[in-house]
């Protein structure tokens, strides 16, 4: 039993890694502004995600009130992150769009 | 008028009663004592909180908004498995070799025809939510502009989602 827990939380941080791994390449290699934001916004949803599954698994070894109640404002954290994000990305678009900036095309590529 | 009064009085302490369930529940949650002492300290600061900022968190709220409440329990594991899905997409993008010939950012523009502010808002956090898309500006007659990283994430947009959040707060044209 506890190395099937164990499995799986240790799978489910390992995901939650990659997701993170992958934002931050991905605000790297992005060709500009506006698209930069795709992986640094959403990815880390998903990474945030998986991770707290990961550790509330990981709880299951000592199953009692107490440790429900932890799990329970760990997933209060993903349920802020979830309307938190979605809120900076846009307010950080919005302001990109207000300075005017022009986003890049694959038109602007061959040029 | 006096029904109408009366109606109002209802409404009111509906609000009042789901701002101190609300409260209370956070509460016992963030706590997690169970002496009587200090559940009934949190059902004093709850009252208070609930007297005070009733009209603050719910105001408004009716009975038959709880209707609304359980079909967004419907839509949420809908919107969870949907940012699961175009998460991966996103990965497979970020870690593809040619990624510059893959994307292909541009802005879309459409019409959803939502009223209430709430579903706007709604449909607006749902698009940013799920990669590939952004919202940048929703207007209040629901009209929306969105930055779609390529052409696959944008295909499907209008459409389905809008449909959903349409279902949830009842807004069917």
């Given at each position: 039993?506890?190395?099937?827990?164990?499995?799986?939380?240790v799978?489910?941080?390992?995901?939650?890694?990659?997701?993170?791994?992958?934002?931050?390449?991905?605000?790297?290699?992005?060709?500009?502004?506006?698209?930069?934001?795709?992986p640094?916004?959403?990815?880390?949803?998903?990474?945030?995600?998986?991770?707290?599954?990961?550790?509330?698994?990981?709880?299951?070894?000592?199953?009692?009130?107490?440790?429900?109640?932890?799990?329970?404002?760990?997933?209060?954290?993903?349920?802020?992150?979830?309307?938190?994000?979605?809120?900076?990305?846009?307010s950080?678009?919005?302001?990109?769009?207000?300075?005017?900036?022009?986003?890049?095309?694959?038109?602007?590529?061959?040029? | 008028?006096?029904?109408?009064?009366?109606?109002?009085?209802?409404?009111?302490?509906?609000s009042?009663?789901?701002?101190?369930?609300?409260?209370?529940?956070?509460?016992?949650?963030?706590?997690?004592?169970?002496?009587?002492?200090?559940?009934?300290?949190?059902?004093?600061?709850?009252?208070?909180?609930?007297?005070?900022?009733?009209?603050?968190?719910?105001?408004?709220?009716?009975?038959?908004?709880?209707?609304?409440?359980?079909?967004?329990?419907?839509?949420?594991?809908?919107?969870?498995?949907?940012?699961?899905?175009?998460?991966?997409?996103?990965?497979?993008?970020?870690?593809?070799?040619?990624?510059?010939?893959?994307?292909?950012?541009?802005?879309?523009?459409?019409?959803?025809?939502?009223?209430?502010?709430?579903?706007?808002?709604?449909?607006?956090?749902?698009?940013?939510?799920?990669?590939?898309?952004?919202?940048?500006?929703?207007?209040?007659?629901g009209?929306?502009?969105?930055?779609?990283?390529?052409?696959?994430?944008?295909?499907?947009l209008?459409?389905?989602?809008?449909?959903?959040?349409?279902?949830?707060?009842?807004?069917?044209?």
């Amino acid at each position: 039993m506890h190395i099937i827990i164990n499995i799986l939380s240790v799978s489910c941080l390992l995901m939650g890694l990659v997701f993170f791994i992958g934002g931050a390449v991905g605000i790297m290699r992005m060709p500009d502004f506006y698209s930069r934001l795709h992986p640094a916004g959403k990815l880390d949803t998903l990474g945030i995600f998986t991770m707290v599954a990961g550790l509330v698994i990981y709880n299951f070894h000592h199953l009692s009130l107490g440790m429900v109640l932890l799990s329970i404002k760990m997933f209060l954290i993903v349920f802020f992150v979830f309307l938190a994000s979605p809120t900076a990305t846009h307010s950080i678009v919005d302001a990109g769009m207000r300075a005017g900036l022009r986003p890049w095309t694959q038109k602007k590529e061959k040029e | 008028m006096q029904k109408n009064g009366n109606e109002k009085n209802q409404a009111g302490f509906f609000s009042f009663m789901i701002t101190f369930v609300f409260m209370f529940i956070t509460w016992i949650v963030l706590s997690g004592y169970f002496e009587p002492l200090l559940l009934g300290l949190g059902v004093l600061s709850s009252l208070s909180i609930a007297w005070f900022f009733h009209d603050l968190l719910f105001a408004g709220a009716v009975i038959q908004d709880i209707k609304v409440f359980l079909r967004f329990c419907q839509y949420a594991p809908w919107l969870i498995v949907e940012i699961i899905k175009a998460n991966f997409h996103m990965l497979y993008l970020v870690f593809h070799p040619r990624m510059h010939q893959l994307i292909d950012p541009h802005i879309i523009q459409f019409q959803t025809g939502l009223k209430s502010d709430i579903a706007i808002t709604t449909l607006a956090n749902a698009i940013t939510l799920t990669p590939g898309t952004v919202t940048i500006t929703a207007n209040a007659e629901g009209g929306f502009r969105v930055h779609a990283i390529d052409r696959k994430s944008a295909e499907g947009l209008p459409g389905v989602m809008r449909d959903r959040v349409a279902q949830v707060f009842g807004e069917n044209r």
